[in-house]
């Protein structure tokens, strides 16, 4: 009876023995798998979105005016804030002292103008005496002798009226013309359709030539300056048609087009100054307000990726591109950007096959399917 229970014993723990064997061999790791993600394969299509440009609103056309002559000031003809028509004089200088010199002027045109008839006249006698006497000398009823001295009296008067006629009277003439283009200049006009900004004088002031007293800007047409980064500058041109917002003035919009583009960044480089001319006929923008210009972008021919797959981190963008089975993080430089896709400048190319979801999970070197 011994004898079997010992086998029993026996038995009994190789059995147990077996099932810790088994066990063991049960608990060892299994080979990973693969990590699934959704991916695409990059392509050159279509692509409208818009561009932003930021800046502030200015006048297009602005004049400071001046004084082209020392004077005083003896009319003021708008207040500013008067809207002023091209042409419309705003002041006017005392012209009394011109006055004088035109009186002046126009009687020493009026002297030399009788010098010259009464040259004419001694002209003319003298020539009829010389057609006279001619005659006789032809017939032989006077001397030769007395012939050349009607034909040299006949010569001295055709010389005095021709110079009274010429330099004298012109002389006088351009005096005049002088005088008056002085009077012209003592009369301050806009020279544009705009608002009077600015007057620095009032009657009775005197006023030096070439110091801005004046200013008139044009409210009709403003410009909005702003900044374009060197990424985008490519993608627009002068004329094309842009949105213009303002700040201060909320559920408007107004029409504007771009009007320049500057060959050169800015001294710091990458952004290039943009102007959009902005219509303001009914004159609800001013000249200071911060705006905010919308310019439509259309490409035919663009390399697009959802902007799922675009991952940004230490100031750069990246996306996962998968080579060989496995995640290659990959710079990118990228471009305008809508609400559902990005243009990719440069680190990409057709064919690549990018993580579309999910790719902010993964490190580099993960193996996908």
Do not use: W
């Not at 009464?118 to 006279?132: G, S």
């Not at 006009?189 to 004046?214: E, Q, R, W």
């Not at 905010?292 to 963008?317: F, G």
């Amino acid at each position: 009876m011994a004898i079997v229970r010992l086998k029993t014993i026996r038995l009994f723990i190789v059995a147990l023995s077996g099932l810790t064997l088994l066990a063991g061999c049960g608990t060892q790791p299994a080979a990973a798998s693969p990590t699934p993600v959704k991916t695409d394969v990059v392509k050159l299509q279509a692509f409208k979105g818009d561009l932003s440009l930021t800046g502030v609103i200015d006048a297009q056309e602005k004049s400071n005016l001046s004084a082209q002559l020392p004077g005083t000031v003896v009319t003021v003809n708008a207040k500013e804030g008067a809207f002023v028509k091209k042409g419309e004089f705003i002041l006017s200088l005392d012209k009394k002292d011109l006055l004088n010199q035109l009186e002046q002027a126009q009687a020493g045109l009026a002297n030399n103008q009788a010098l010259a008839e009464q040259a004419r006249i001694n002209y003319e006698n003298t020539e009829a005496d010389f057609t006279r006497l001619e005659a006789l000398y032809q017939s032989g009823a006077i001397p030769k002798q007395q012939l050349e001295q009607i034909t040299a009296k006949r010569d001295i008067a055709k010389s005095q009226y021709e110079a009274a006629r010429g330099a004298g009277i012109d002389s006088a003439n351009a005096a005049i013309n002088a005088i008056n283009l002085n009077l012209a200049k003592m009369a301050i006009k806009s020279p544009i359709d705009g608002v009077l900004v600015t007057c620095n004088v009032s009657v009775g002031d005197n006023v030096a030539p070439g110091i801005p007293i004046v200013t008139v800007v044009s409210t009709n047409q403003l410009v909005l300056t702003g900044n374009m980064a060197e990424s985008n500058i490519n993608s627009i041109k002068i004329g094309d048609p842009v949105e213009v917002s303002a700040n201060s003035v909320p559920s408007r919009t107004f029409d504007g087009k771009i009007s320049y583009i500057s060959p050169i960044s800015i001294p710091t480089g990458q952004f290039f100054p943009i102007k959009v001319a902005v219509d303001n006929t009914e004159g609800i923008l001013k000249a200071g307000m911060t705006a905010t210009a919308k310019i439509p972008i259309q490409s035919s021919n663009a390399l697009v990726i959802p902007n799922s797959a675009l991952l940004h981190r230490d100031d750069k963008d990246y996306v996962i591109v998968v080579k060989e089975g496995k995640t290659v993080r990959t710079v990118v430089r990228i471009g305008l950007k809508n609400e559902t896709s990005t243009i990719v400048l440069q680190g990409l190319q057709t064919g690549d096959r990018i993580v579309i979801t999910g790719a902010e999970q993964l490190a580099d070197g993960v193996e996908v399917m």
